[in-house]
């Protein structure tokens, strides 16, 4: 069984940054496809960000490119989001989740960002 754990959300002000971290406990694989995904007050799931065994050409998601940074630590079995220029438009529940196949299987319990204006 995979755990998942995120950390690192607050309340920061407009332009600031925070950073995210995910620790993942049981079987990981360094095959898996790691991500973050957040979720605003009324708003759908969306995919922030994610970054796959090489860690090479990592996706993120037009809304954050230039912005937010997906990092992953293979030996701790961890994955990072760095996220800079914060608006108020990035608050939401972040979640981190992993994708051992072809769906996001595991997810974490979410951390929430709040960024004011």
């Known amino acids: 069984q995979v755990q998942l754990v995120e950390s690192g959300g607050g309340l920061v002000q407009a332009g600031g940054s925070l950073r995210l971290s995910c620790a993942a406990s049981g079987r990981i694989f360094s095959t898996y496809i790691m991500g973050w995904f957040r979720q605003a007050p009324g708003k759908e799931r969306e995919s922030v960000a994610a970054?796959?065994?090489?860690?090479?050409?990592?996706y993120y998601a037009d809304s954050v490119k230039g912005r937010f940074t997906i990092s992953r630590d293979y030996a701790k079995n961890m994955v990072f989001l760095q996220m800079n220029s914060l608006k108020s438009e990035d608050t939401a529940v972040y979640y981190c989740a992993v994708k051992p196949g072809s769906s996001w299987v595991y997810w974490g319990q979410g951390t929430q960002v709040t960024v004011s204006s």
């Open positions: 970054i796959g065994w090489s860690g090479g050409n990592p």
